[in-house]
């Protein structure tokens, strides 16, 4: 099985932009924790982030070469209509994340434009957001597997 973790714009700064809002850890910290519980579900994952909408969006289109895709679109969630639209072409199953809780946040944050082409969305649970998508993933994976 083999997965694909997008992280967009901001998180590269994860660690050091607004740490009571979305801890301390840096992203290379994150990918590093991924890799740790992937390696005990023998799953292959790799790790994309850009600043850029264009290049996330590039990326998506290679996406049909994974199993499966948690992305976090960090600001693009609320109104990057070409990533949803991006998204909304892969046939894989494709979790959203994010480490604050959106809802709980400013009134622009708590809408999503790429939610309704996902599988399903996780917030608010901290950056081990990524590893309960990336278990639920691999089942959602597996499920259109056995069918």
Do not use: D, F, M, T
């Given at each position: 099985m083999k997965i694909l973790v997008i992280n967009g714009p901001n998180l590269d700064r994860l660690g050091e932009r607004k740490?009571?809002?979305?801890?301390?850890?840096?992203?290379?910290d994150i990918n590093q924790e991924i890799l740790k519980l992937a390696r005990q579900m023998v799953v292959e994952v790799d790790f994309f982030q850009s600043n850029?909408?264009?290049d996330s969006i590039d990326k998506l289109n290679e996406a049909k070469d994974y199993d499966g895709?948690?992305?976090n679109p960090g600001a693009l969630t609320h109104y990057s209509y070409a990533l949803r639209d991006a998204l909304e072409m892969l046939t894989i199953?494709?979790?959203?994340?994010?480490?604050?809780?959106i809802l709980a946040r400013e009134d622009f944050r708590k809408h999503s434009v790429t939610a309704e082409v996902c599988s399903g969305v996780m917030i608010g649970f901290g950056w081990q957001v990524y590893?309960?998508?990336?278990?639920?993933?691999c089942k959602l994976v597996k499920?259109?597997?056995d069918n």
């Open positions: 740490p009571k809002v979305y801890g301390q850890k840096r992203l290379e850029h909408e264009g895709l948690i992305i199953p494709v979790i959203e994340v994010h480490i604050s809780n590893l309960y998508a990336l278990e639920i993933i499920s259109k597997s």
